[in-house]
Structures are given as C-alpha cells and as structure tokens.
C-alpha cells in the first residue's frame, strides 16, 4: 500500500497531475533550466580552448545531466502503467507501448549520451554530439506553445507537401529556363541545369549571394520574375503553418474551456452545445501576485475559472489555496450576496470570468437552459450542500478541504429571473 501511495506521488510529480503542483512544477522548471544548459555545455565544449581549459569539468557536468535524465527516463517507465489510456493493457504492455510514444523516445534520447560515453567513450563522439543537442527537443513536453505548433505542422502536412512541390518545380522550371539562356554566355557558371538549380534556390530564397547571376538581357529578365516569384513561394508554407497555429491554439484554448465550464457541477447537466454558449460568455482577466480579485464586502456576480497561476481565499479562520484548472465563486451565480472573504492572486493569475449579468441574458434567451440551471441549483439547496464563506463543497474538495459547516447555516437563495411568478424569489 505504501508502495502504491509512492508510485501515485511519483506520477503526479512527473506527470503534473493531483494536487502536487508545487513539486511537478519546480521539477519541471530544473529539468528545463537542465536541458538548456546541457545544450549551451554541448556548444562551448566544442570550443577548443575551452575544451582545454574546461574539459575535466564539462565531463563531469555532463555524466551527471546525463544520469539525471536517465533517471527520469526510467521513472517515467516506472509510473507509465497509470496514465488512464494505458492502464488496462497492464503493466508490462503499458510500459512497451508508453515507450513508443514519440515523448518517451525523445526522453530516452536524452538519456543515451551517458550509456554511449560510458561505453563506447571513443567510438561515439560525433553521435554524442548530435545526441545531446538533440535534447532540446524534450523543451516540447513542457511548452504548449511548442507541442501546438508540432501538431499544426503534422496536421497541415499535405498542404506543406503540396506548397513544396510547387516550389520545387519553379526552381526547377526556372533553373532550366536559365541554363538554356545562360549556357553559352556562362559555360563555367552554368555547366548544367544541376548549377542553374543552385541559382534558382539562392534567388528564390531571396537570399542572393551574387556569385552566380545571369549577364543576358533575358537572363536577367528571367531572375527578376523569379525574385518576385520568390516572396510569394516563400509566404505560402508560412501562411499555412501560421494559420495552422492559429487554429490549433484557439482549439486547445476553447477545450481547457470548456473542460473547466463542465466540471461545475451547476452546469454538469448541460449539453456540450449549451456548455459551449456559456463558454463564450467568458472572459479574461489577468491579475498580478498580491492583486486582490475579490473584496470582501463586494456584492458576488461573478465567478471564476482559473486558467493559470493559483489563488488565495482568505476565510474567517483558514487560507485556502486553489490552483490551475480550478473555479470559485459559483454560489455568486445563484446568490448574488456580500462576499465573506477576500481572493488574493497568490501568484500571478490568468482568469477566466462568468457575470451573471452575462449568464442570465443567455438564459432569458434559452428557457431550456434556464430550466436545466435552476433545476440544478433548487436540488443543490435540497440536498443541504454545504457552503463555507466564499466556496461551496466541490470548490473546498479541489483545495482538499471539505466543508463543515451545517448547510441549513448558510442556505443559498436562488436570484436568478425563473419565468414570471418566481422573480427573484428566494429558494425554501
């Protein structure tokens, strides 16, 4: 059983999941800082005179970078058998099929410069060159940004082959184009279409290094049509991967979203159409650390989606802290009372915010909704759920607190407009 609370730990930790945030993301910023200083170490080692002066140490450094992520590879296999898509092959084919993921191959890249230097020290320079440059690529497990812009490029693949055919085949047409007109004025220069190629792809590239260029009046026609050809071929894999990128963010951005709307238990009966006409109704707001997001004594109309950072409920007698991916406030939606405590920004925070101006217009507009949000909120009020200054219980079981207070104490009064003869009427 110990042994089972260790792995569940460790898996958090690594795979920043539970409630371990502070751990997986100090782990995670050393093994970045980590990477990026063995990628500095790999370029400067290969200065001569500071190989010289250094060498002793960079080995060192080296050996021991190379350990910490051998370890880390070998945790990873460790604790492979709990991610939830690969539990039920068990733990031995979990582990073979965690390791073909292309991140688990990225990661034992990065472990293999230690394995060649320790055994093949002399035979493998080049390849532990190449090796440890190569960890650069494990920078994508820990940026978004990155992983997005990889799934754009996959995802946008044929568009770029079929961009890249067409440039090939202007320079093509326009290297051969070139050597029958500068053929015989450059017989050196232009000895083939192979050269006029290296021409075409230097003017294309609009990179122009003058050291090839045609001296006919139509060769020189010729060049300035492929130079102006050439921005627009240039912009074309460009404009697909950055509106891939576009796309592929506004995606992930709009399915954290909706995730977080989904997990509020007044909106857990919705449709996924009617939780995304909520999700629209957010928005963003960015506070900086210490910046108050809440006043006690203001009256409570909205609430809060955290998307990034953590923040600080300051109740009568505790401090509770919740991080990403958590909400609060929701009690402001259906009691529109004089908040009880203050939310501070324990770190720098990137929120998502819900009115319930907002959210009640969209109601006005949908009885169907409305119906489904007030029927959820009178048997939240019939089922005593306990509420605890600010934060009713789902709020307090994300922080890992669990409300004590009798729920007959502090009775939520439902506010908002339910057809003609409940207007604003208090829930009983």
Known sequence: MQDE?????????????????????SLRHFLVFLILFNIVLAVLETVPEIRATFGPHLRFIQLGSGFVFLVEYVLRLYVADMHPPLRRYGPVWSRLRYAAHPDAIIDLIGALPLLFVLFLPNQAVTVVVILRLLRFLKLARYSPALRSLISAVVGERKALLGSSMIIFGVILLSATLMYLVEHNEQ??????????????ITTITTVGYGDVVPVSNLGKMI???????????????VGIIASAFAREIHSRDFVVTWSMVARVPL???????????????????KVRKGGVIAEQGDVADRMYFISEGEVAIKLAHDTVYLGEGSFFGELALINQSRRTATVMA?????????????????MDKDETLAKKIMDEARERVRAGKKVLGELAEEELQQAGVYASVDSSDEEPELSFNDGPETDRTPAK
């Open 5 to 25: 609370s260790f792995k569940r730990a460790l898996y958090e930790v690594l795979e920043d999941t539970g409630k371990r945030k502070l751990a997986a993301r």
């Open 187 to 200: 017989p050196e220069k232009f000895r083939s279409i192979l050269h006029g190629t290296y021409w075409a």
């Open 223 to 237: 060049g300035g049509f492929v130079m102006l050809m050439g921005y627009g071929l240039i912009a074309l894999p």
């Open 267 to 285: 909106f857990e009966d919705l449709k996924a159409t009617e939780i995304a006409e909520v999700s629209k109704l957010l928005q963003a707001q």
């Open 346 to 362: 324990y770190r720098d925070c990137q929120l998502l915010v819900l009115e319930s101006d907002a959210l009640q217009h969209l």
